[in-house]
């Protein structure tokens, strides 16, 4: 029997290759059976010890996207979103739109008063008798995770808030909650702490089912950044003109004029953007 490689991670960990996630990955992407196993086998005709999950991200994207263009897209979901920065600011409103999805009205970017200090809240969701007070924690490369000191902070935070709130009439029938939202993962100290404060932990893959990529898969929020129809300086544009999702575009084509496309290349983009927002699993 072959031996299995230790491939490299981004936090310079190794690990066994996992054949398991990497066709997980490729069959929440869109590719069929026959195409997976194609890609696998492609993989592990080259895959060593010490290759870096980059370079098998790389191989699998490559592949992917000479079949359908989409699916690539769907593939470098984590990578897309690591792209809406350096800032974070438009991770705030793709944070914001996906809680909106849940069916919460938002406000993103508010200056909140505290009993003790005013506190800028990513993210204020309310939903009937609910109010979440949203935090974005955006990391623009792999192998970060947010540690315990993430959710302590937050936490002290959100309690400021809630003294104050809980002493306005206006407020009296609403519940607060505090909530971190991460695009990489969270420390286990950190998940540990978030249980017992109460606070609601959302990051990449936490928690089951109702994690960042759950949430992106099963409503069609994908940003631009995943579109492989366009290069990083059009997308860098798009996002500094507050244009985060391909629904944006889907629904306002007119914003792809003026970024030197032709109809041609407009029209890919299109067709991509719409594949991704109406794919359904």
Same mark, same amino acid.
């Given at each position: 029997?072959?031996?299995?490689?230790?491939?490299?991670?981004?936090?310079?960990?190794?690990?066994?290759?996992?054949?398991?996630?990497?066709?997980?990955? #490729?069959?929440?992407?869109?590719?069929?059976?026959? $195409?997976?196993?194609?890609?696998?086998?492609?993989?592990?005709?080259? $895959?060593?010890?010490?290759?870096?999950?980059?370079?098998?991200?790389?191989?699998?994207?490559?592949?992917?996207?000479?079949? +359908?263009?989409?699916?690539?897209?769907? /593939?470098?979901?984590?990578?897309?979103?690591?792209?809406?920065?350096?800032?974070?600011?438009?991770f705030e409103?793709?944070?914001?739109?996906?809680?909106?999805?849940?069916?919460?009205?938002?406000?993103?970017?508010?200056?909140?008063?505290?009993?003790?200090?005013d506190h800028?809240?990513?993210?204020?969701?309310?939903?009937?008798?609910?109010?979440?007070? %949203?935090?974005?924690?955006?990391?623009?490369?792999?192998?970060?995770?947010?540690?315990?000191?993430?959710?302590?902070?937050?936490?002290?935070?959100?309690?400021?808030?809630? +003294? +104050?709130?809980?002493?306005?009439?206006?407020?009296?029938?609403?519940?607060?909650?505090?909530?971190?939202?991460?695009?990489?993962?969270?420390?286990?100290?950190?998940?540990?702490?978030?249980?017992?404060?109460?606070?609601?932990?959302?990051?990449?893959? /936490?928690?089951?089912?109702?994690? $960042?990529?759950?949430?992106?898969?099963?409503?069609?929020?994908?940003?631009?950044?995943?579109?492989?129809?366009?290069?990083? #300086?059009?997308?860098?544009?798009?996002?500094?003109?507050?244009? %985060?999702?391909?629904r944006q575009?889907?629904?306002?084509?007119? #914003?792809?004029?003026?970024?030197?496309?032709?109809?041609?290349?407009?029209?890919? %983009?299109?067709?991509?953007?719409?594949?991704?927002?109406?794919?359904?699993?």
């Open positions: 029997m072959r031996k299995i490689p230790l491939i490299k991670k981004a936090s310079g960990e190794t690990e066994p290759f996992s054949k398991e996630k990497l066709e997980g990955s #490729l069959r929440r992407a869109g590719a069929n059976e026959e $195409l997976i196993s194609v890609i696998i086998d492609e993989i592990l005709s080259w $895959l060593k010890d010490g290759t870096s999950t980059k370079m098998i991200y790389t191989k699998a994207f490559n592949l992917l996207k000479r079949k +359908k263009s989409s699916m690539a897209a769907r /593939y470098s979901l984590k990578k897309a979103i690591m792209e809406l920065g350096p800032t974070g600011y438009p409103h793709f944070v914001g739109q996906l809680i909106k999805q849940q069916g919460f009205d938002i406000q993103v970017g508010q200056i909140i008063h505290g009993q003790c200090i800028e809240v990513d993210v204020v969701a309310t939903s009937g008798n609910k109010q979440y007070l %949203v935090e974005c924690k955006f990391y623009n490369s792999q192998g970060k995770n947010a540690n315990v000191k993430v959710p302590l902070y937050i936490h002290s935070r959100v309690n400021d808030i809630i +003294k +104050k709130r809980q002493s306005i009439p206006e407020f009296n029938n609403l519940s607060f909650h505090g909530m971190i939202v991460t695009n990489t993962r969270f420390t286990s100290d950190a998940i540990d702490y978030g249980k017992c404060a109460g606070l609601h932990l959302v990051s990449w893959d /936490y928690p089951k089912d109702h994690s $960042l990529k759950d949430m992106v898969e099963k409503n069609g929020i994908f940003p631009i950044t995943a579109l492989t129809s366009l290069k990083s #300086l059009q997308k860098n544009k798009l996002l500094e003109e507050g244009v %985060v999702l391909c575009l889907c629904s306002q084509p007119d #914003l792809l004029e003026g970024m030197g496309l032709s109809k041609n290349d407009i029209s890919k %983009v299109l067709i991509e953007a719409k594949d991704l927002i109406n794919y359904q699993d």
